[in-house]
């Protein structure tokens, strides 16, 4: 199939593209700095950009992955916190654009997504069966960018709005939840009550290719682990399998000043469990947290 993708210079998705194209198929990824050379199965496509003319460059385009916007790490200022939003709106208006240009419609959009947009709770367990929310910055974004991808579902498009939790790998979260430990100050963050949707991001990048080959996926998809936890059972996983210890609490108020609104990501969660993926038959490789993170620490040897 012919793939186009935003996003695809990300953490995920330069994952998701190694994954596609073993798979054998090609790849178009949408960028402001597209590359010139090109790789087997995989195409560079100037977007976004003065004199940017994408829908002349691509082929007929069987699938489109909207995974475009501004990273959520970094403190937020109203001036961030409106980049963070207009940056996935703006996205994916250009990626309805594309699609109306072209001749005949895509079968498929992944439409990226986040756990945030069910709010936070220490007690509630979310599917996708769960109501949505829009009480924080997180759960607000989350809302109107899938109101956005619902107007190129509207097209007669199976859509599928890819709701990701906390993402392991060698960027992202991961790197800074670590690093305390590195130095002997790990501990439990918060209350430790808080809970962790979180994803290996391999499997999350095969939940995604199973989506895009499964014609029978639609709506909303948690792109999270089977097995969440509570912050202070992360802490202590990442103890173990870095030999640190466990032992300096980090008190939300600390948070909080430090990272001002952000401290959100830490401070709160939502414990989100992948029913779809679970009951259409996906076989997650990394469903145990120790797991995931020893190979990720262990292998990788880049956390």
Not at 157 to 173: N, P, Q
Not at 232 to 252: C, D, M, S
């Amino acid at each position: 199939m012919n793939i186009a993708m935003t996003g695809g210079t990300g953490f995920l998705g330069q994952h998701l593209t190694g994954v596609l194209t073993r798979q054998g198929h090609h790849v178009y990824i949408l960028s402001r700095n597209a590359r010139e050379t090109e790789q087997k199965n995989m195409t560079y496509v100037q977007w976004l950009t003065e004199g940017a003319a994408p829908e002349q460059e691509l082929p007929h385009i069987d699938v489109w992955i909207n995974l475009a916007g501004k990273s959520i790490f970094g403190r937020w200022t109203n001036k961030t916190k409106q980049h963070i939003l207009s940056s996935r709106i703006n996205a994916t208006r250009e990626v309805q654009r594309l699609i109306q240009k072209q001749k005949e419609k895509p079968n498929t959009l992944i439409q990226a997504s986040a756990v945030g947009i069910y709010g936070t709770s220490l007690e509630k367990t979310f599917t996708e069966d769960s109501a949505t929310s829009d009480e924080d910055f997180l759960s607000h974004t989350a809302h109107l960018w899938e109101k956005e991808g619902q107007h190129i579902e509207a097209m007669g498009i199976r859509t599928v709005y890819a709701r990701f939790g906390v993402m392991l790998g060698e960027k992202g979260a991961l790197p800074l939840m670590i690093l305390p430990y590195k130095f002997l100050a790990g501990g439990t963050i918060g209350t430790g009550r808080q809970w962790l949707s979180w994803i290996h991001v391999e499997d999350a990048a095969q939940m995604i290719r199973y989506a895009v080959e499964n014609a029978g996926i639609s709506g909303p998809m948690n792109v999270t682990a089977p097995n969440p936890v509570d912050m202070k059972q992360f802490g202590k996983a990442i103890a173990r399998v870095k030999h640190r210890p466990h032992w300096l609490p980090v008190p939300e108020f600390f948070l909080s000043k430090a990272l001002g609104e952000m401290s959100l990501l830490i401070v709160k969660g939502q414990r989100a469990l992948p029913k779809k993926a679970i009951t259409s038959g996906f076989r997650f490789t990394y469903s145990d947290l120790e797991f995931a993170l020893s190979q990720l620490i262990a292998d990788r040897k880049t956390v």
